[in-house]
């Protein structure tokens, strides 16, 4: 083993691995370093748990002469005899190495060692990732050597493991920033937040299709159920429209109460306004489908839903405004009140869908014409349109 060369690899995961161009190049030269080095590798796993609402945690796998992969895993892991029983569960949870080597009785504890032996592997050792917060992450090493790691061997791998959970901690903080910042602004708005875009005024003008929707009989239905049962409604009722706005290229921009605003920026399909509206318009007949179908149990009876959405389409203000150091990237603009008007109208009408002449006009053909209704605040009357294969509510 090459100790000036492993001691290379340290000051270069102290400074940052900063030729690596991606964490999982970070991973790979790490590992193809150390196998560089004579350190006998045949699979190395980092395996770091996340601040989001739906992984646990991710992890890396790397082998010789492959790339990096790296996987997700669930809470219901945690659950799982696969990972009570392995030598991962010990280190998160206690905080300390764990070694096991094939050829040691002890070693049977663990079903995955039997796994190792059948695939030629001789030692393996979980060493934990300690973070400056406190929290325990784990890294795994194996090796086909004959007789497994060598002493030495073993103190060049822990001589690694403090630089790498330093730069490990680094990717972890960048990644769980952004997933906070997708998961409670949207994708687009937390890559401008992160691009630098966070002084109070800072906004953009942009083209866009607009959706405003809520769900009919909110008020009443919670007045008469328990919150929880309330929050667990309208977590189910906001799937039905999350997924298809944002597989139809929409940002879902905020929830208030049973409401949502989403928007479906134009400019990023090179100005194909037809092709955006269409879009919308089929994850509105999506979110349609899913809420009509959308069952919910309350004692001996069951609960339906109907929601009512209003589509638009116009120029928007989108950016940060708020009040002292407490802000919203949101988006403003006559656009956003009009689409705020005809959703109240589309409730009056008995109506799910209904839309802007701006918008019907674009998606010609679908539409049937309901009227010309005045606007709270705007000076002129605006016609509204609805969908011709949608007959109103009674």
Request: charged fraction near 20%; hydrophobic fraction near 45%.
């Amino acid at each position: 083993m090459n100790a000036s060369e492993l001691r290379k690899i340290t000051d270069w995961l102290i400074d940052g691995a900063r030729s690596a161009g991606s964490p999982l190049r970070v991973m790979a030269e790490t590992w193809e370093r150390m196998a560089q080095a004579g350190l006998p590798l045949w699979r190395v796993g980092v395996f770091i748990r996340t601040l989001h609402p739906d992984i646990f945690g991710r992890n890396f796998i790397w082998r010789p002469g492959a790339e990096v992969e790296m996987g997700t895993v669930d809470f219901d892991i945690r659950d799982s005899p696969q990972f009570q029983n392995s030598p991962l569960a010990v280190v998160f949870t206690q905080g300390i190495e764990v070694r096991a080597r094939v050829d040691d009785p002890e070693s049977k504890r663990f079903p995955i060692i039997e796994d190792m032996r059948a695939e030629g592997v001789t030692d393996y050792i979980a060493l934990p990732l300690l973070f400056t917060d406190g929290s325990i992450h784990a890294s795994s090493w194996t090796t086909k050597q004959p007789g497994g790691f060598t002493d030495e061997q073993l103190s060049a791998l822990r001589s690694v493991i403090p630089p790498l959970a330093r730069v490990t901690e680094i990717i972890s903080l960048r990644r769980t920033a952004s997933i906070l910042l997708d998961t409670y602004v949207g994708n687009r708005a937390g890559a401008r937040i992160l691009g630098g875009q966070i002084r109070r005024g800072h906004t953009d003008t942009m083209d866009a299709a607009i959706w405003l929707s809520d769900l009919r009989g909110f008020t009443a239905l919670s007045d008469r159920l328990p919150a929880e049962t309330v929050v667990d409604i309208l977590n189910g009722y906001f799937d039905c429209q999350v997924s298809s706005i944002r597989n139809h290229g929409g940002e879902v921009l905020k929830f208030m109460g049973d409401g949502l605003l989403a928007v479906f920026p134009i400019d990023e399909y090179v100005g194909d306004v037809h092709q955006v509206c269409g879009s919308v318009l089929e994850a509105a007949r999506e979110s349609r489908a899913s809420v009509e179908a959308m069952q919910y149990p309350v004692g001996d009876a069951v609960e339906r839903f109907r929601f009512g959405v209003a589509l638009h389409v116009g120029r928007i203000l989108y950016g940060n405004i708020g009040g002292g150091n407490r802000l919203d990237f949101t988006c403003i603009g006559p656009a956003v009140n009009l689409a705020a008007r005809l959703e109240k109208i589309a409730g009056r009408l008995g109506r799910t869908v209904v839309a802007s002449a701006g918008f019907a006009g674009i998606c010609a053909g679908s539409w049937a014409d309901l009227g010309e209704f005045p606007i709270a605040g705007f000076s002129k009357a605006e016609r509204v349109y609805g969908l011709v294969d949608e007959a109103p509510a009674a």
